[in-house]
């Protein structure tokens, strides 16, 4: 048989099976869950435990999950919905949907790009993308590769000084709007990553030249109690923000009805509902179960935002229907962009676009100012 390794057939042959890198054409996906396990066969175990981990036993991220399969539909019938608007506002700011692309850190452990091709992604779609303070690339250079239009998340620190100096920054690079994260006082227990400790920690995929490697978020490994900078922050930094953002200030990560009052009374532009997408406090709710309260807590006053599990157009039409101003997908995009980059991503939000477009027509609501309390049964527990 040794005269066979020489041959052209054999060589061809073992081409044909290497189907290592053969993934299914982008319109043959169906949902955005079948871009996850496309991400996890392209980027290291660290990466992919990096975004789809939660903390402890990950029961807040799975509650996320189960909470829409409590509440159902009351659609309605005889309506015209034969043409269907799902665009709105925020800020002044017209959006192809209510659909908005969460922070998330380092997006170069999911594509070489990273948010280069994110922002293009959702440019495309024409909605906001927030960027994280911890992203692979520098926030004037996603600034300038963007076609729509960006939001910054904060993490207050590691100074005030400095924390100033990023925000004019980011809304020097066209940031709209920033999203001060609160959920995150300390490091969390992510048992994922330190069962991982071994290897290296999650790295930046290379591109075809070798790519840029950027030191990318890590966990003390093993785990340390471990205070960040925002641990000392208090409703008072809203006054300070407020003197020099210029731009609309919203508090992200708010669950209780208290803490949306005090948004509301400290001068935030809005709040963003959110358990981190169960990757800080275990045993947080999930945030379309608190939804209610925060909502008559801020009765109407500035836009209430939420993110955390959502996957669905009928998990966002839920969520609207209790009255969220709009939805923020996290780990959906970064499926979609290290799937199949720019493309991947606004794949992802066109899904979740004609998604929730089917469920709003299904259920009577022609456009998001039809939809109302009344669209949506709650179950009691
Ligand atoms: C990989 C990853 C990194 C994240 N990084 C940040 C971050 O830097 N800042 C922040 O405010 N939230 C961050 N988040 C939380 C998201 O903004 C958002 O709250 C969460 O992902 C929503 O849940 P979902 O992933 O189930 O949609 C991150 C989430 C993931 C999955």
């Not at 981990?53 to 829409?68: H, I, K, M, P």
């Not at 100033?164 to 940031?175: K, S, T, Y």
């Not at 490994?221 to 731009?247: G, M």
């Not at 709009?326 to 962009?337: K, Y």
Request: charged residues 25%; proline residues 6%; positive net charge.
């Amino acid at each position: 048989m040794m005269w066979m390794a020489g041959s052209p057939l054999l060589r061809a042959q073992e081409v044909l099976g290497d189907t290592r890198d053969r993934f299914p054409p982008l319109e043959d996906l169906v949902n955005v869950f079948e871009f996850e396990p496309i991400l996890k066969s392209k980027v290291p175990k660290n990466n992919y435990d990096f975004i789809a981990g939660g903390v402890d036993a990950e029961w807040t991220l799975r509650r996320n999950r189960e909470s829409f399969d409590r509440i159902t539909f009351r659609p309605r019938f005889m309506r015209d919905v034969s043409k269907m608007d799902v665009s709105t506002e925020l800020f002044g700011q017209k959006i192809s949907m209510p659909i908005l692309i969460a922070p998330t850190a380092g997006h170069q452990l999911a594509h070489e790009q990273g948010e280069l091709a994110t922002a293009r992604g959702a440019g495309q779609m024409q909605t906001i993308m927030a960027v994280s303070t911890n992203s692979s690339y520098p926030i004037d250079k996603i600034g300038a590769a963007a076609t729509g239009p960006l939001w910054f998340q904060l993490y207050v620190g590691p100074d005030w000084e400095g924390t100033q100096e990023r925000v004019e920054r980011a809304v020097g690079a066209g940031c709209k709007a920033v999203c001060i994260t609160v959920d995150s006082a300390y490091n969390s227990h992510r048992e994922r990553l330190l069962r991982n400790r071994s290897s290296a920690g999650p790295v930046a995929v290379p591109g075809p030249g070798g790519g840029r490697r950027r030191a990318q978020p890590r966990e003390p490994l093993p785990y340390k109690l471990q205070a960040q900078f925002t641990a000392n922050l208090t409703w008072s930094f809203l006054d300070e923000i407020n003197k020099y953002a210029k731009v609309p200030v919203l508090i992200k990560g708010i669950l209780t009805a208290e803490d949306a009052k005090l948004a509301v009374d400290r001068g935030a532009a809005g709040v963003v509902v959110s358990n981190h997408g169960g990757r800080y406090l275990e045993y947080a709710p999930s945030t379309i179960e608190v939804l209610p309260e925060i909502v008559e807590a801020v009765g109407g006053k500035i836009p209430v935002l939420i993110d955390s599990g959502f996957r669905r157009g009928t998990d966002i039409l839920k969520a609207l229907a209790i009255g969220a101003k709009a939805v923020l997908v996290g780990r959906p995009p970064l499926w979609g962009l290290g799937a199949y980059g720019e493309a991947g991503v606004a794949k992802v939000l066109e899904l979740l676009q004609s998604e929730l477009a089917l469920a709003m027509g299904l259920t009577g609501a022609a456009n998001l100012a039809a939809i109302d309390r009344k669209l949506v049964r709650i179950d009691a527990r």
